[in-house]
T-cell receptor, first 114, second 113 residues
Framework: ETGVTQSPTHLIKTRGQQVTLRCSSQ?????VSWYQQALGQGPQFIFQ???????GRGNFPPRFSGLQFPNYSSELNVNALELDDSALYLC?????????????FGPGTRLTVL | AQTVTQSQPEMSVQEAETVTLSCTYD???????LFWYKQPPSRQMILVIR??????QNATENRFSVNFQKAAKSFSLKISDSQLGDAAMYFC??????????FGPGTRLSVLP
């Protein structure tokens, strides 16, 4: 059974650019959530996808968008990057959104915006 | 809305000793889940222990145990026989049924040899 994987590991972008981060869920998991973790803080919920549909969203602007594919892999897209977008982006998969089951996290993508 | 508070930004413990990390939460739900996650410098969040609110028995996982006080909305983590590998950021998190995780700000645990 493979765990949650994310790519790339690190990324450097400049203000105003667009970025796409990728996540591959743990085998058998149909729910994926994305989090932003600023340095020294706890993760903040961005949004969740369940069976390819957005299932909830945190307090993030529309320039943060996502996709979930039929194989349950996922993307996080951020447009018009701002300096404050610099953070560790974590994705987490769980077996089923309705079960309250544990989320399993990937290693994260460190995004730096210059 | 759920909130999670961790009042100890940093804690330290001597190797082989016991340490307790505090967490309080607030939720309007009667059915919810509580978690402790560990984030070592490698940054991957690792599940330490999970507690279902409807279960009165405190969860245990080897050297890790919780003290779950539902009425007080308190969920502390006890680490026994601390090891150098336990050094990490520890995050308390809550999840209402069918909803998403809310994390606390974390406690940085140092283990002294």
């Amino acid at each position: 059974e493979t765990g949650v994987t994310q790519s790339p590991t690190h990324l450097i972008k400049t203000r105003g650019q667009q970025v796409t981060l990728r996540c591959s869920s743990q085998s058998g998991h149909n729910t994926v959530s994305w989090y932003q973790q600023a340095l020294g803080q706890g993760p903040q919920f961005i949004f969740q996808y369940y069976r390819e549909e957005e299932n909830g969203r945190g307090n993030f602007p529309p320039r943060f968008s996502g996709l979930q594919f039929p194989n349950y892999s996922s993307e996080l897209n951020v447009n018009a990057l701002e300096l404050d977008d610099s953070a560790l982006y974590l994705c987490a998969s769980s077996l089923d959104v309705l079960s309250g089951d544990t989320q399993y996290f990937g290693p994260g993508t460190r995004l730096t915006v210059l | 809305a759920q909130t999670v508070t961790q009042s100890q930004p940093e804690m330290s413990v001597q190797e082989a000793e016991t340490v307790t990390l505090s967490c309080t939460y607030d939720t309007s739900e009667s059915d919810y889940y509580l978690f402790w996650y560990k984030q070592p410098p490698s940054r991957q969040m690792i599940l330490v222990i999970r507690q279902e609110a409807y279960k009165q028995q405190n969860a245990t996982e080897n050297r890790f145990s919780v003290n779950f006080q539902k009425a007080a909305k308190s969920f502390s983590l006890k680490i026994s026989d601390s090891q150098l590998g336990d050094a990490a950021m520890y995050f308390c998190a809550s999840r209402d049924y069918g909803q998403n995780f809310v994390f606390g700000p974390g406690t940085r645990l140092s283990v002294l040899p």
